[in-house]
T-cell receptor, first 118, second 116 residues
Framework: GAVVSQHPSWVICKSGTSVKIECRSL??????MFWYRQFPKQSLMLMAT?????????EQGVEKDKFLINHASLTLSTLTVTSAHPEDSSFYIC??????????????FGPGTRLTVL | AQSVAQPEDQVNVAEGNPLTVKCTYS??????LFWYVQYPNRGLQFLLK????DNLVKGSYGFEAEFNKSQTSFHLKKPSALVSDSALYFC??????????????WGAGTKLIIKP
């Protein structure tokens, strides 16, 4: 149980294009989903927290107009990297928190999406 | 300030030997503590967590961790290492008194290498 999927697993795009990454909780409902970015050999950097049906909360330094997050349902959140540039190339990981999991709940992670912008 | 420290960038252990990956934390209130493992080019997999109760927590793949409040530590351990345990390990903490959005504070990660 508690499986989170991401699609695509990897994507290569040209500079200036937009890329959408989907994060789905497959066997549970997720009130909250988190989007992280991970650089090589580094820890996770939280980009934003999204709650179903409301606007995402972005961390300091993350451009909300560049990284659009939509959490339209309890099983799906999307991250759109708009007008991507080579510096946006990274490993993007989502995680989901179970509805009514309570304060002791666990974040379950997707497998990640490798974005390469040429 | 809230923080998590994993003092070792890399830990090398021979197969069959016991392993320990260290983690210390600093939060103002009571912590919820987590360990995750990441295999190359993959997302994170949950290993175990400490919420309350018994200080020794058992998790997936034979791993366990001991919560030590006086030393503010939550070291990950396994009695006998396998080559397949080689991966990147992350410790994370949630300060339940400060955080209302269930965010985790992450350590920098420790690369565990198990040699045959």
């Amino acid at each position: 149980g508690a499986v989170v999927s991401q699609h695509p697993s990897w994507v290569i795009c040209k500079s200036g294009t937009s890329v959408k990454i989907e994060c789905r909780s497959l066997d549970f409902q997720a009130t909250t989903m988190f989007w992280y970015r991970q650089f090589p050999k580094q820890s996770l950097m939280l980009m934003a927290t999204s709650n179903e049906g409301s606007k995402a909360t972005y961390e300091q330094g993350v451009e909300k107009d560049k990284f659009l997050i939509n959490h339209a349902s309890l099983t799906l959140s999307t991250l759109t990297v708009t007008s991507a540039h080579p510096e946006d190339s990274s490993f993007y990981i989502c995680s989901a928190r179970m509805v009514a999991g309570g304060p002791t709940d666990t974040q379950y992670f997707g497998p990640g999406t490798r974005l390469t912008v040429l | 300030a809230q923080s998590v420290a994993q003092p070792e960038d890399q830990v090398n252990v021979a197969e069959g030997n016991p392993l320990t990956v260290k983690c210390t934390y600093s939060v103002s209130g009571n912590p919820y503590l987590f360990w995750y493992v990441q295999y190359p080019n993959r997302g994170l997999q949950f290993l175990l967590k400490y919420i309350t109760g018994d200080n020794l927590v058992k998790g997936s793949y034979g791993f366990e961790a001991e919560f030590n409040k006086s030393q503010t530590s939550f070291h990950l351990k396994k009695p006998s290492a396998l080559v397949s345990d080689s991966a990147l390990y992350f410790c994370a903490v949630r300060d339940i008194e400060k955080d209302s959005n269930y965010q985790l504070i992450w350590g920098a990660g420790t690369k565990l290498i198990i040699k045959p």
